[in-house]
């Protein structure tokens, strides 16, 4: 079991930024793969990117290529979604998952354990 505690959502204005934190705590942090997700009501989870074991690999949507990124730090079981020149539709609850593997996938089925979900709203 893995336990999944995202934080650092809140209200910001367009074309500012949020650092949202996911801490883990049960088993090895280091052998998983973690992801980060949003879901608006109503909507399916959508990936928002991913990053393997050893941070090797990252992987992101189109949608926020280039101003989100991704880090972990399996010393302190974190793992971190850097949100820049945010926009209004980067509105959603952001979820971090995480599931046992080498590399991030892009489906949500995939990931075996989620944390609770932190909101991210963004004004125009």
């Known amino acids: 079991q893995v336990q999944l505690v995202e934080s650092g959502g809140g209200l910001v204005q367009a074309g500012d930024s949020l650092r949202l934190s996911c801490a883990a705590s049960?088993?090895?942090?280091?052998?998983?793969?973690m992801g980060w997700f949003r879901q608006a009501p109503g909507k399916e989870r959508e990936f928002v990117g991913g990053?393997?074991?050893?941070?090797?690999?990252?992987s992101y949507a189109d949608s926020v290529k280039g101003r989100f990124t991704i880090s972990r730090d399996n010393a302190r079981n974190t793992v971190y979604l850097q949100m820049n020149s945010l926009k209004p539709e980067d509105t959603d609850i952001y979820y971090c998952?995480?599931?046992?593997?080498?590399?991030?996938?892009?489906?949500?089925?995939?990931?075996?354990?989620w944390g609770q979900g932190t909101q991210v709203t963004v004004s125009s």
């Open positions: 049960g088993q090895t942090f280091s052998r998983y793969t």
């Open positions: 998952a995480a599931r046992p593997g080498s590399v991030p996938v892009v489906t949500a089925l995939d990931y075996t354990y």
């Open positions: 990053i393997s074991r050893f941070s090797g690999s990252t």
